[in-house]
C-alpha cells in the first residue's frame, strides 16, 4: 500500500506563488510517474503536470510557463511549484502516483487532496 499526503495548499493572491509537496510512503518498490492534478465542482479531474522516475514533465497548456513540477526520489516526494497563479488556478489539487509496484501488483494511488484558492 501507498500513502500519499499533500501539504502547501492555501489562499493566494493572484500574482502569488505556492509550493505543493506530496510524499509517499508505505511498502512498495517503485512508482513510475508522480504528477497533480486539480479538480473544481462540477468539472471533471484535470491533469496539471506530471514527471516519471527518470525525470520526464507532462504540463497542462494552462500552466506551462507558470508551473514546474519536481520529484526526489530519493525522499519519495514530488513538488509542484506554482508561481504567477491566476483565480482560475482556484481548484483541489490532487496528487497522483501512477503504477506504484506493491506487494499486490501495480496500482495508481491518489492523495486526500489540498485547496489551492487564488483571489482576484
Known amino acids: 500500500q501507498v500513502q500519499l499526503v499533500e501539504s502547501g495548499g492555501g489562499l493566494v493572491q493572484a500574482g502569488g506563488s505556492l509550493r505543493l509537496s506530496c510524499a509517499a510512503s508505505g511498502i512498495f518498490r517503485s512508482i513510475n510517474a508522480m504528477g497533480w492534478y486539480r479538480q473544481v465542482p462540477g468539472k471533471q479531474r484535470e491533469l496539471v503536470a506530471v514527471i516519471t522516475s527518470g525525470g520526464s514533465t507532462t504540463y497542462a497548456d494552462s500552466v506551462k510557463g507558470r508551473f514546474t513540477i519536481s520529484r526526489d526520489n530519493a525522499k519519495n516526494t514530488v513538488y509542484l511549484q506554482m508561481n504567477s497563479l491566476k483565480p482560475e488556478d482556484t481548484a483541489i489539487y490532487y496528487c497522483?502516483?501512477?503504477?506504484?509496484?506493491?506487494?499486490?501488483?501495480?496500482?495508481?494511488?491518489w492523495g486526500q487532496g489540498t485547496q489551492v484558492t487564488v483571489s482576484s
Open positions: 497522483n502516483a501512477d503504477r506504484a509496484h506493491t506487494m499486490v501488483g501495480y496500482r495508481d494511488y
